[in-house]
């Protein structure tokens, strides 16, 4: 397992924060994958004016990721404005869940609260493959 500071991880989704397109809702999401060799991948929300073709910042991170060779995760930090710590939203949590229930998930506002969780713990029961091959 890779360490990384999770003040560390924040930063870096700050940053790629920065870079969302969210002409429409102004809600600009950042998101962060440590995997589980080290390497790291950002994402930012892309809206689109079809608002069900946006995509969501842990999305496109896990999109980089996988295009670069990572399949297990060893944390994902995601921030966003808001009143409390942004979580990944469902279809994200189901999208994770593909590589690894483990993962922890640290969900951060930019007023500078935390909160952390497995993302089990966020996505109890989720479909994995195990329903397609346990008959």
Do not use: H, W
């Amino acid at each position: 397992m890779v360490k990384m500071d999770e003040n560390e991880l924040i930063r870096i989704a700050i940053n790629a924060r920065q870079e969302a397109y969210a002409p429409y809702s102004g809600f600009r999401v950042g998101a962060v994958i440590l995997c589980e060799d080290g390497k790291v991948f950002t994402g930012t929300n892309v809206e689109n004016v079809v608002y069900g073709l946006s995509l969501c910042a842990e999305r496109v991170a896990v999109a980089k990721a996988v295009s670069e060779g990572c399949r297990r995760f060893e944390a994902v930090a995601i921030i966003a404005d808001g009143p409390t710590p942004c979580p990944p939203c469902g279809a994200c949590r189901q999208f994770l869940a593909e590589f690894g229930a483990e993962t922890l998930i640290i969900m951060a506002n930019m007023n500078g609260d935390i909160r952390k969780a497995k993302l089990k713990d966020l996505l109890p029961l989720a479909f994995t493959s195990e329903q397609l091959f346990n008959k």
